[in-house]
């Protein structure tokens, strides 16, 4: 499989696996991704996704430019091309649990798109970012470029988008392109796995609700504030803090 979900305790491991093309998305895996997210989010043991290559020393190098030249001439499979890209891109960015994008390599265009939709990003010291639709004389499509200017801001976002440059891991992470610069995501994705499942997925969903316009409390947030004091989380969380031991949230 190109494209698989693998379980790692409670990390959900989403894998890239096409080495060949440099893990470049075909429209078989852009359709794939949203069942993937779906089967994620259903397993209670996952508590945070890891999107990651299967395989060193790469991530993603976008959409598969080889076949978007054999089909360019066909209106309705790049309709069906453009439908399955949002849908995936839409899916992972409100995927309702933690979800972190490890970066070893090249993270170029629709790559740096999938990154991009994830919560944070962790990249080795060798990466490079880039979003290289200007080369091609294409358009980065209206979601993705919104997720670009909401991390770094519309001067570094249109910096960016018009001179299709590779960014070291260093240079995005001084823009804030990528959060943390290392080896390995594991670390922060079993420490993100040892929180309190319902914070963290309350905390993403607010905080989505946030860059999508809400800016005032309503009742359903209000509730969902409220209604955590009640809830078991707080209880295992406060008689842990008490006890002066670490919670086990099951």
Known sequence: MTLRLERDGAIGRLLIDRADKRNAFDQAMWELLPALLDEAAHDDDI????LQSARPAMFCAGADISELLANKDDAAWRAANQAAINRAQYDLARFPKPAIAFIDGDCVGGGCGLALACDIRVATDASRLGITPANLGLVYPLHDTKLLVDLVGPGQAKRILFSAQLLS???ALRIG???EIADCADHLAKLIASKSAHSTVQIKQFVRQILDGQTQDD???LRIFAEAFTGPDFHEGT???VEKRKPDFR
């Open 169 to 171: 891991a260093n240079e």
């Open 239 to 241: 008689s842990a803090f």
């Open 47 to 50: 508590r945070v996704l890891v």
């Open 219 to 221: 009742a359903i947030t």
């Open 177 to 179: 392109l990528i959060e």
